[in-house]
């Protein structure tokens, strides 16, 4: 085994590491310490069996800067960590996804099972806004919020679905600074709207199980377009806030997010600047979007529980229950999964359930809203039927 150490001071530059080795070599640390402009352009290993290395480590105070990791290897080969750590004007241009790097022996299995996913919620999405928009009878309050839903599940599941499947797949796990900053913008945008949506359908079934009579004046056209329009404005407002105040955060202790997308406390964990006021900031406002929310959500089901119940006759209330049961599994769903992910403890274990509640909630609720949508829905479920035999018969 070769091993290069450098320690430099005043303007050094180291541009290469270099590690050779045959059998179970193992190297735990590569430390590279300076003072002014040091730069390591690039880390290099080579070697030929079961060699590991557990963690690159650069420690400079002003102007440090690394450009490329490069592992060569054979069989087995294994990094665990890269390691950035310095103070002033530290860069860093892109930032390494580790996702479910763990289970190299999976990788093939996973991106099967989400590739499958992710075309089985695209195609189900697209399917339910093309009906919507195309049938006359699906022109309600009802059907324009599921359609807004679809379109939401569609593009947050695309925000976040092809790096991954492109990570499993090539191991292309890295993501450019720019990139994380615009995922991260749309993954808590859109996922802020979909919790707001939620509330104003809930609201929605309120007023047609509630009050029937006053539903058309209630819920008219430009109420509707109202509603949808404060979702997406306050879902953005938030994300705009918090993506801005945590790419105003240096990372300069690492550039590894244990995650397969960008999330803010990722993010956070590796950054070298105190996080206390962007810690402040998610709670507040993550605060003010779900709570509501959810007081919206609960009071409506709990005033539309009592209407159901003062229905004569167990058909009327069967047919009335029928119409929110689609909405309480996927409200359920959602709040489970990311209540989960957000207030788990922070550990090494619990960080992989993370990473698979994540995944339910990004890519696999997605794909299932619409099944739950359609499959309790006989309008939808005819239309589409219908849909789909027209487009056979046409087939030569």
Same mark, same amino acid.
């Given at each position: #085994?070769?091993?290069?150490?450098?320690?430099?001071?005043?303007?050094?530059?180291?541009?290469?590491?270099?590690?050779?080795?045959?059998?179970?070599?193992?190297?735990?640390?590569?430390?590279?310490?300076?003072?002014?402009?040091?730069?390591?352009?690039?880390?290099? /290993?080579?070697?030929?069996?079961?060699?590991?290395?557990?963690?690159?480590?650069?420690?400079?105070?002003?102007?440090?800067?690394?450009?490329?990791?490069?592992?060569?290897?054979?069989? &087995?080969?294994?990094?665990?960590?890269?390691?950035?750590?310095? +103070?002033?004007?530290?860069?860093?241009?892109?930032?390494?996804?580790?996702?479910?790097?763990?289970?190299?022996?999976?990788? #093939?299995?996973?991106?099967?099972?989400?590739?499958?996913?992710?075309?089985?919620?695209?195609?189900?999405?697209?399917?339910?806004?093309?009906?919507?928009?195309?049938?006359?009878?699906?022109? =309600?309050?009802?059907?324009?919020?599921? *359609?807004?839903?679809?379109?939401?599940?569609?593009?947050?599941?695309? &925000?976040?679905?092809?790096?991954?499947?492109?990570?499993?797949?090539?191991?292309?796990?890295?993501? +450019?600074? =720019?990139?994380?900053?615009?995922?991260?913008?749309?993954?808590?945008?859109?996922?802020?709207?979909?919790?707001?949506?939620?509330?104003?359908?809930?609201?929605?079934?309120?007023?047609?199980?509630?009050?029937?009579?006053?539903?058309?004046?209630? #819920?008219?056209?430009? =109420?509707? /377009?109202?509603?949808?329009?404060?979702?997406? *404005?306050?879902?953005?407002?938030?994300?705009?806030?918090?993506?801005?105040?945590?790419?105003?955060?240096?990372?300069?202790?690492?550039?590894?997010?244990?995650?397969?997308?960008?999330?803010?406390?990722?993010?956070?964990?590796?950054?070298?600047?105190?996080?206390?006021?962007?810690?402040?900031?998610?709670?507040?406002?993550?605060?003010?979007?779900?709570?509501?929310?959810?007081?919206?959500?609960?009071?409506?089901?709990?005033?539309?529980?009592?209407?159901?119940?003062?229905?004569?006759?167990?058909?009327?209330?069967?047919?009335?229950?029928?119409?929110?049961?689609?909405?309480?599994?996927?409200?359920? /769903?959602?709040?489970? =999964?990311?209540?989960?992910?957000?207030?788990?403890?922070?550990? +090494?274990? *619990?960080?992989?359930?993370?990473?698979?509640?994540?995944?339910?909630?990004?890519?696999?609720?997605?794909?299932?809203?619409?099944?739950?949508?359609?499959?309790?829905?006989?309008?939808?479920?005819?239309?589409?039927?219908?849909?789909?035999?027209?487009? /056979?018969?046409?087939?030569?």
């Amino acid at each position: #085994m070769f091993m290069e150490f450098h320690e430099g001071s005043n303007n050094s530059m180291v541009t290469e590491f270099v590690l050779t080795g045959s059998n179970n070599s193992m190297v735990t640390d590569f430390v590279l310490t300076g003072s002014n402009n040091s730069m390591v352009t690039e880390f290099v /290993l080579t070697d030929s069996s079961n060699s590991m290395v557990t963690e690159f480590v650069l420690t400079g105070s002003n102007n440090s800067m690394v450009t490329e990791f490069v592992l060569t290897g054979s069989n &087995n080969s294994m990094v665990t960590e890269f390691v950035l750590t310095g +103070s002033n004007n530290s860069m860093v241009t892109e930032f390494v996804l580790t996702g479910f790097s763990r289970r190299p022996d999976l990788q #093939m299995f996973l991106f099967l099972t989400f590739f499958f996913v992710y075309l089985i919620s695209t195609w189900g999405n697209m399917g339910i806004i093309f009906l919507v928009f195309n049938k006359i009878q699906f022109h =309600t309050p009802m059907y324009f919020f599921i *359609s807004n839903l679809s379109l939401i599940d569609f593009i947050y599941s695309s &925000n976040i679905a092809p790096k991954m499947l492109a990570g499993l797949l090539l191991g292309h796990n890295t993501i +450019s600074y =720019t990139g994380c900053a615009t995922q991260l913008f749309f993954f808590c945008g859109l996922g802020s709207t979909e919790c707001i949506l939620f509330a104003v359908m809930a609201y929605d079934r309120y007023v047609a199980i509630c009050n029937p009579l006053n539903y058309n004046l209630v #819920m008219q056209q430009k =109420t509707c /377009l109202l509603l949808m329009g404060g979702a997406y *404005s306050s879902g953005f407002l938030h994300s705009t806030i918090e993506v801005c105040l945590t790419f105003h955060l240096s990372f300069c202790a690492s550039n590894i997010l244990h995650h397969f997308a960008c999330d803010f406390p990722p993010l956070l964990s590796i950054s070298c600047t105190d996080t206390t006021i962007n810690e402040s900031v998610l709670f507040v406002l993550s605060s003010c979007v779900t709570m509501p929310s959810v007081l919206v959500i609960l009071g409506s089901y709990i005033s539309i529980l009592s209407a159901i119940l003062k229905i004569n006759g167990t058909e009327g209330r069967q047919k009335a229950f029928s119409t929110c049961a689609s909405h309480i599994i996927a409200v359920t /769903l959602l709040y489970t =999964t990311v209540l989960y992910v957000y207030l788990s403890p922070k550990s +090494s274990t *619990s960080r992989d359930n993370v990473n698979i509640a994540t995944v339910f909630y990004t890519v696999v609720l997605p794909m299932l809203n619409p099944l739950i949508y359609s499959l309790r829905n006989k309008d939808i479920k005819s239309a589409a039927k219908t849909m789909l035999q027209r487009k /056979l018969r046409c087939i030569p």
